[in-house]
């Protein structure tokens, strides 16, 4: 079983593995949704933090989940919702 603190290191890292924009960097969110699996991370741009600018926004960051007791990592998509993807991997995990 890993702590919040290390489910952010594991999200962040797979977040930074491939960060390809340049002059900028992930900045994660102070918004974390804690879940019965496991942690899910939000994240976005740096510089659109600190600007405002939304040239400097980036699409397509979904979410990143980090199982409490393996510390697996899964990237949400954007194409639906949050609770609607959480859900469908709930339904999926209670098969497995």
Not at 33 to 54: L, N
Not at 76 to 85: M, N, P
Request: hydrophobic share 40%.
């Amino acid at each position: 079983m890993i702590t919040r603190e290390e489910a952010l290191g594991i999200a962040t890292a797979k977040i930074r593995s491939s960060w390809s924009i340049a002059e900028d960097e992930p900045l994660m969110s102070d918004e974390v949704r804690e879940e019965d699996f496991g942690w899910v991370f939000f994240y976005g741009s740096r510089r659109f933090a600190e600007t405002g600018d939304f040239r400097y926004a980036i699409a397509g960051n979904g979410p990143v989940v980090v199982e409490r007791e393996s510390g697996a990592v899964l990237m949400l998509g954007t194409a639906f919702g949050v609770d609607y993807q959480l859900n469908e991997y709930r339904r999926i995990r209670s098969r497995a």
